[in-house]
């Protein structure tokens, strides 16, 4: 008899472990949509960081630069390829590099400011959903004394 139960108890366990065979990959289907929006999200999140840092650091060594080097007549020219050589290479198409001096008569007695604009290509088309042509716009200023 009591053989005869553990085999009845058995069959029970197994039946009810066969009817949840499709169970995980269900939750796998509900889960995934949610796991990859997360995914690119940090992916893209990262990508925008790290182009942000680099123009901010761009903008940073043309500032100091140009404090440094007023005294050339074509120090626009030169700053100008002070950014482009320190700027990475994907974020040379399209820069805009504008350079205001605030004392335009005499350099050296004002302030420099290098603005930097340029577009980010998005690494995944979910972020490309908010942004015109798959791209966003990031901006990096730096205004310094200029050394006498």
Known sequence: MLKKFKKEKDRAITKKYKKENGQSMVEFALILPILLLIVCGIMDFGWILYNQLALSNS????????????????????????????????????????????????????????????????????????????????HASVTMKVES
Not at 88 to 117: E, F, H, K, M, R
């Open 59 to 138: 903008a940073r060594d043309g500032a100091r630069f140009a404090v440094v080097n007023t005294t050339p007549t074509n120090r626009i020219a030169l700053i100008n390829s002070e950014v482009l050589s320190v700027t990475p290479a994907s974020l040379q198409t399209g820069l805009v590099i504008t350079i205001t001096y605030s004392n335009t008569t005499t350099p050296l007695l004002g302030d420099v400011t290098v603005l930097l604009t340029t577009n980010v290509k998005v690494l995944t088309p979910l972020l490309g959903i908010y942004y015109s042509n798959q791209q966003k716009s990031i």
